[in-house]
């Protein structure tokens, strides 16, 4: 695991789960976006340059471009973009969990925070 992107408005939850994902899943590059709009650009610049994150990490209340919303439109790119997507939400609204099993692309649910075992269990699926 070389890059992993993580979308999300919390800085102190970027904090904790980016501690995790480079310790758990070896990653050499957490990139934060704090929006899903600045996810979006971020990725359309990474097509450019064939430099793919290898998973993602998205929250679902965000500014600007939510979480929702950020799927919508990531399931529009290029088809040069595939990497599993994990939702990692302080939401437990079922609904919400209902919702993300809509989205071909996304591959987890986890209700924040997450956790070393957590980790280690999507490394072991990927």
């Given at each position: 695991m070389k890059k992993v992107l993580l979308i999300d408005d919390?800085?102190?939850s970027n904090f904790l789960s980016s501690l995790i994902i480079k310790k758990t899943l070896k990653a050499e590059v957490v990139k934060e976006c704090l929006d899903g709009q600045e996810g979006l650009d971020y990725l359309?610049?990474?097509v450019l340059e064939?430099?793919?994150p290898d998973i993602l990490f998205l929250d679902l209340n965000m500014p600007v471009l939510d979480g929702w919303q950020f799927l919508q439109e990531?399931?529009?790119?290029?088809k040069k973009i595939q990497?599993?997507?994990?939702?990692l939400t302080s939401s437990n609204y079922e609904g919400d969990l209902i919702k993300s099993k809509e989205f071909d692309v996304v591959k987890g649910y986890i209700v924040?925070?997450?956790?070393?075992?957590l980790a280690d269990s999507i490394f072991d699926q990927l």
């Open positions: 919390d800085k102190v359309r610049s990474l064939n430099e793919i990531f399931i529009l790119l290029d990497m599993p997507i994990y939702i924040k925070p997450l956790s070393k075992e």
